[in-house]
């Protein structure tokens, strides 16, 4: 069974930092993109940065325009666990913050695998002076 558990949001003054974390467990077999998603009141959930696969083990990685330069994603393959770094936080950056591992399909017909999506519980980030 698979669980993804974030941690490490909280209240932070504009400016600030914080380090989210997300501990994956459970089985993969063919993920095709992990990363962090966030949710605003009101507003739908976005993509704030991901890893996707190209090719057999070499990975990409994308950011929201809104924070490039600000947050790092990082991540350990062996351990199943993945970080987002976030500087210079600003008060758009509120929301409730999603962890992410999607696999693609493997096969097809009824013995195909996937594709699945599988997401945290999220955790709060507040910016707020």
């Known amino acids: 069974q698979v669980e993804l558990v974030e941690s490490g949001g909280g209240l932070v003054q504009p400016g600030g930092s914080l380090r989210l974390s997300c501990a994956a467990s459970?089985?993969?077999?063919?993920?095709?993109?992990t990363g962090w998603y966030r949710q605003a009141a009101g507003n739908q959930r976005e993509v704030v940065a991901r890893?996707?696969?190209?090719?057999?083990?070499?990975?990409?990685?994308d950011y929201a325009e809104s924070v490039k330069g600000r947050f790092t994603i990082s991540r350990d393959s062996a351990n199943n666990t993945l970080w987002l770094q976030m500087n210079n936080l600003k008060p758009e950056d509120t929301a409730v913050y999603y962890c992410?591992?999607?696999?693609?399909?493997?096969?097809?017909?009824?013995?195909?695998?996937?594709?699945?999506?599988?997401w945290g519980q999220g955790t709060q980030v507040t910016v707020s002076s």
């Open positions: 890893f996707t696969r190209v090719g057999e083990t070499d990975y990409s990685t």
């Open positions: 459970g089985s993969f077999y063919n993920i095709d993109t």
């Open positions: 992410n591992i999607h696999e693609g399909q493997l096969g097809n017909g009824p013995y195909a695998y996937g594709p699945y999506d599988y």
